[in-house]
């Protein structure tokens, strides 16, 4: 992996197996580059790099579900037990779970900064109404 972000990095990023331009780096190392960060924080790339893995397994265990979904329906269809609008309604179910599964991985706001939030709202409330 090779991290740059200016002309002279250029070369690098080109024969790297997964090069990475920061985003106020110079147009030949962002063109270069496999991805770019939009800004100068390699913690970014660092959190990229964790997040990874679960992304991966997250899309493998959405691909099997769905595919045991279908195969059961399949199955169902086959034997004369299921109708088209139980196909219809097993797909969109399976595709929701899939969505809900995918949407685990956002970031949450903890606890504290849902409390900072409010704090601020209280207090700016208290401000404009003295």
Known sequence: ?????????????AIADISVAMGEGSALALETADATLMGS??????????????????IVENVVFSFVVKAIVVGFTFAGKAALWEAIVSDVGAMLIV????????PSKSENE???????CESNGEEEST
Do not use: Q, Y
Not at 1 to 13: I, K, Q
Not at 41 to 58: A, E, M, Q, S
Not at 99 to 106: D, S, V
């Open 41 to 58: 924080d390699l913690n970014k790339l660092l959190f990229i790099v964790n997040v990874g893995p679960l992304v991966t397994r997250r």
């Open 99 to 106: 969505t809900l599964n995918g949407l685990r991985l956002l």
């Open 114 to 120: 849902v409390k900072e939030v409010k704090n601020e």
């Open 1 to 13: 992996m090779m991290v740059g972000d200016g002309v002279n990095d250029a070369p690098a990023l």
